[in-house]
């Protein structure tokens, strides 16, 4: 009988909880409307109501998109009189963003040649609560053509 013997320790335990927060910050940039969102927000701060017009969306939906964005630390809210305005958090965000940017246009050709990511079916992006109005190409999926509010709308709540 083979016996597996799991040996814990503080560095261990850095070590994972240190993983955890890599993989949340990751799960939070997994979603196309965040990141359209943390584009918009790129530019400077903004309120629920500019966000949901950008956005394409109602209130509540852009809301709910901004919880997740403070849940994991990307973004501030302060409030303002009636409003709650949104803003980046840290700025090494724009940072992140510039840097997926130029891994999608680092080699056009190279990007080009990889059409299997345009057979995600739209389904899958169901969770981002984003609905394609035709077909998506490899060159519609750099963070600019996201950001074109009339290529998607937000889905309703379930």
Not at 36 to 59: D, M, N, P, Y
Not at 103 to 128: F, G, K, R, V, W
Request: hydrophobic content about 40%; charged content about 25%; overall charge negative.
């Amino acid at each position: 009988m083979l016996t597996a013997v799991l040996i814990t320790s503080d560095i261990d335990e850095d070590r994972l909880l240190h993983e955890n927060q890599q993989a949340k910050l990751f799960r939070s940039l997994a979603d196309p409307t965040r990141i359209a969102i943390l584009q918009l927000l790129s530019t400077g701060q903004r309120s629920v109501k500019e966000i949901a017009l950008f956005l394409g969306c109602s209130h509540p939906a852009a809301r709910r998109m901004l919880t997740g964005l403070r849940w994991s630390e990307f973004v501030e809210m302060r409030r303002d009189g009636n409003e709650f305005l949104y803003s980046l958090r840290d700025d090494r965000i724009r940072q992140i963003l510039r840097l997926s940017e130029e891994l999608l246009n680092d080699d056009d050709e190279e990007a080009a040649s990889h059409q299997y990511i345009t057979a995600i079916p739209s389904a899958l992006m169901a969770p981002a609560r984003l609905i394609p109005f035709g077909p998506v190409d490899s060159h519609l999926l750099s963070a600019s053509h996201l950001l074109s509010a009339s290529r998607f709308h937000c889905a309703s709540a379930s």
